[in-house]
């Protein structure tokens, strides 16, 4: 694993020692960033299921203002830590650990943020599409009116996130990304 592109680019990242995350290969993360490149520089970036935060260390090399990253599994939040520590973005960045779920619940957004990387464990479409789709109903209270939300899950499981809409799709192998606006955004992202 490695940062792909800007300021700490080939730098090599901490992978995960279990396979409780599913990091995203080079040639997506290339792909998913040749689309959202207009949109990172200056940008606040959620980074929700972070694992061991690739998508927004990603978004900080590539000039993103600050990203805030989630994530529950103590092993994930230990390689999260040491891959901040290691490009040296903690002033850049927040580390919320725990529940996601219970942290939209009960926090209103600081300042709105223009991207939300949304990279659930797969199992959660199908054993947890309730909290997922409460989740998207409270998400849009932190997106900016421009912002987009990339959700990535098996090809084979869908969910509607409404009232988020789909605005792109882009299907890699068994994986689909999702690119989701707020309702009142144009359809069609710029790419």
Excluded at 58 to 75: K, P, Q, Y
Excluded at 107 to 121: C, R, T, Y
Excluded at 162 to 186: C, H, I, K, N
């Amino acid at each position: 694993m490695r940062i792909i592109a800007g300021e700490f680019r080939g730098r090599r990242l901490l992978a995960p020692d279990s396979d409780i995350t599913r990091p995203v290969t080079d040639r997506v993360k290339q792909s998913v960033f040749d689309i959202l490149m207009p949109l990172i520089p200056g940008a606040r970036v959620y980074d929700c299921f972070a694992g061991t935060g690739s998508m927004g260390l990603e978004c900080l090399s590539r000039g993103a203002s600050h990203v805030t990253f989630f994530e529950a599994d103590r092993a994930a939040l230990k390689r999260l830590r040491d891959n901040i520590t290691t490009v040296n973005v903690g002033k850049k960045s927040l580390v919320i650990p725990g529940d996601l779920f219970q942290w939209f619940q009960t926090n209103a957004p600081a300042s709105p943020v223009d991207l939300i990387f949304l990279d659930p464990p797969y199992r959660f479409l199908t054993e947890r599409p309730k909290e997922l789709t409460t989740w998207a109903n409270r998400a849009i209270s932190h997106l900016s009116p421009d912002g987009l939300v990339i959700f990535r899950h098996d090809t084979h499981d869908t969910l509607d996130l409404s009232p988020l809409v789909v605005s792109d799709t882009r299907a890699y192998g068994s994986m689909t990304v999702e690119f989701l606006t707020p309702p009142q955004q144009p359809q069609g992202i710029i790419i």
